[in-house]
């Protein structure tokens, strides 16, 4: 068995404050501390790993391929993982995009809680991002997501018929990080399995443009990924939602940090980590 110990960081102030004790009572201004120092000890973490890195050569040929559909397109659909939905944002996208419309899907809104929740509608609200919350096993959002991407694309059969030409369907693309729930989406749009999908990365492999009723097309994609992650703490929270190939890293080593993590989330780490206890082990 290996066994990797993590070390270095801060201790999280519950941690302190209860002499061990994860139900000791915290303030606001505690629990933001501890978020805010996690990221830096992510780093430390990670600093003595392999680096996560999984580019299969399909990416490289769809990442092509997709821009050049995207000249197709009236409006792009981004999905991202709520649960890490800064670490399931390729960087590249703005750039790709440039003034296309776009919808920001934040997929998966089951595995996150209320606060989180409303705490990002919040901030991409202040960005000017229309955001939109899904459950893409369940089919929550769907429906919404369909309307808005025919409202904000509207203008395109305007400008058709002004120009004496026939209105055409909206062109919609599905883009976003590997196993982030592009294709349940599409399935659960069209309430048919029209596209593979599994809760793996890496199933669809192909471009694939399917109809939803007469006056939608959407383009389901690989998921896209950058060719180096550089920013190792992106990566390991991929590992941990299971957003990147199992064959990029060690899975010790991402349990071992996870361990920490939970650690510093006193509802979580206080149920998860501390019943292992010496008499629960002997």
Excluded at 161 to 182: D, T, W
Excluded at 190 to 198: D, I, V
Excluded at 230 to 239: E, G
């Amino acid at each position: 068995m290996k066994i990797l110990q993590i070390v270095g960081g801060k201790t999280p102030s519950w941690y302190e404050n209860g002499n061990g004790n994860p139900n000791s009572t915290l303030d606001g201004s505690q629990i933001e501390s501890d978020w805010v120092d996690l990221d830096a000890d992510l780093y430390y973490w990670t600093k003595a790993l392999r680096p996560v890195q999984w580019y299969p050569g399909h990416i490289a040929k769809t990442e092509k391929e997709l821009k050049e559909q995207l000249k197709l397109m009236d409006v792009v659909i981004e999905i991202r993982d709520a649960r890490i939905p800064m670490s399931t944002s390729h960087p590249q996208m703005d750039s790709w995009l440039g003034n296309k419309k776009r919808i920001l899907v934040l997929n998966r809104e089951d595995m996150i809680s209320t606060a989180d929740r409303n705490a990002w509608a919040t901030y991409f609200a202040r960005q000017g991002t229309k955001v939109v919350f899904s459950n893409g096993q369940l089919g929550m959002g769907t429906m919404k997501l369909g309307r808005l991407a025919k409202v904000l694309a509207a203008d395109v059969n305007v400008k058709r018929r002004a120009k004496g030409l026939l209105s055409r369907p909206v062109r919609a693309g599905i883009v976003g990080y590997p196993n982030v729930g592009k294709s349940s989406l599409i399935n659960r749009l069209l309430k048919r399995r029209m596209c593979p999908a599994a809760p793996r990365p890496g199933v669809t492999r192909v471009l694939k443009w399917v109809r939803f009723g007469s006056d939608l097309e959407l383009l389901d994609s690989p998921g896209i990924i950058p060719m180096r992650i550089s920013d190792q703490r992106a990566a390991i929270k991929l590992a941990i939602c299971d957003d990147i190939g199992e064959r990029s890293y060690d899975v010790a080593d991402v349990a071992a940090i996870l361990v920490q993590i939970l650690t510093r989330i006193p509802s979580v780490g206080k149920h998860c980590v501390y019943p292992l206890t010496e008499s629960a082990l002997s």
